[in-house]
Every structure is written in structure tokens, then in C-alpha cells.
């Protein structure tokens, strides 16, 4: 039983408290269960072009990002993502070994991923970028189920 400053019993202030503390621990139990449903999601590496048309290619990599989102699925993009922190050269290049290093970092984060889903924006086979050919085969080395996707698929499928 609550007891008031005075020491008397006060059962009004007292449910009032247990209710609240209630609805408090509710939705702290909400809480958690929403981040364990979350940590269990799969961890899925994007790889997609990064070369060539940069602009154009980094916000493709952002909309495959929100699709594996969309599947319930958490994206790894580490190709928009290691540039911007790695040495570039005078002209704004990427010098050689600024893209190794973050191949590296790229192929670190794939080796903890559960899958890797290769976007090719209908892009033919042998027009896969060098990078990308790097990434699908170290998938393919540590055993990661490899998922190939067209980027016209995911537009077609948001309309």
C-alpha cells in the first residue's frame, strides 16, 4: 500500500502510480521486443557499380539500400560509403590506394553478411565492373548465397 508524506495510507495515489508503472514497463517490453525483432534481421551486402557516373551511381546504391529495407532485411553499402572518407587524389579521383583500402573494408563487412544481393541495373554480364566482380567472388568464396537482382525490377515493383 502507498503511504502518502504523512505515513497515511493513500490508495488513489497508489493505483494511480502502479497503473503508470504499468504503461511504463509495457512499453518498455515493446521496446525490446521491436529491437530483437530488428537484430534478427538478415544482414544483406549490396553490390552494385560505383564507377563510372558516381552521382547517378551512389543514389542508385541508396534506392537498393531502402529495398533490402523494404524486404526486412539490413543493407550493407560500404561502396557510397568508404570514398568519402578515403584519401582522394588533387582532381578528386580516388588514387589506387585509397580503393584498395576500402575494398578491403568492403570485403570485411561482406564476410559478416548472411547474404549479397548483386544489383545489375540490366546491365550485361560482362559489363560488371572490376569491383563488383571482386565482391561476387569472395562471396562466392565464403560460401554467401549470392541473390542476382535488375535494377528495372525494383522501379517496376514501387509503381
Known amino acids: 500500500m ?21 504503461e511504463y514497463r509495457e512499453k518498455q517490453k515493446a ?13 544483406v551486402y549490396v553490390i552494385s557499380q ?10 542508385k546504391a541508396q534506392a ?5 529495407i523494404r524486404k ?10 568508404y570514398p568519402q572518407m578515403l584519401d582522394m587524389a588533387a582532381d578528386g579521383t580516388e588514387t589506387a590506394e585509397a580503393r584498395e583500402l576500402g575494398t578491403m573494408f568492403g570485403l570485411a563487412l561482406l564476410a ?9 541495373s540490366g546491365l550485361p554480364e560482362d559489363a560488371i565492373s572490376e569491383g563488383m566482380k571482386t565482391e561476387l567472388e569472395e562471396a562466392r568464396r565464403l ?12 522501379w517496376k515493383e514501387r509503381q
Open 50 to 59: 560505383f564507377s563510372g557516373n558516381i552521382p547517378e551511381n551512389v543514389r
Open 72 to 81: 526486412r532485411c539490413i543493407p550493407v553499402t560500404s561502396h557510397p560509403l
Open 143 to 154: 560460401g554467401i548465397p549470392i541473390k542476382m537482382i535488375k535494377g528495372e525490377d525494383i
Open 64 to 68: 537498393y539500400g531502402r529495398y533490402v
Open 31 to 43: 521496446i525490446y521486443r521491436r529491437r530483437s525483432e530488428i537484430k534478427g534481421r538478415k544482414k
Open 2 to 22: 502507498y503511504k502518502n508524506h504523512e505515513g497515511f495510507s493513500d490508495p488513489t495515489a497508489g493505483k494511480a502510480i502502479s497503473n503508470a508503472m504499468r
Open 112 to 120: 559478416v553478411c548472411d547474404e549479397a544481393w548483386c544489383f545489375t
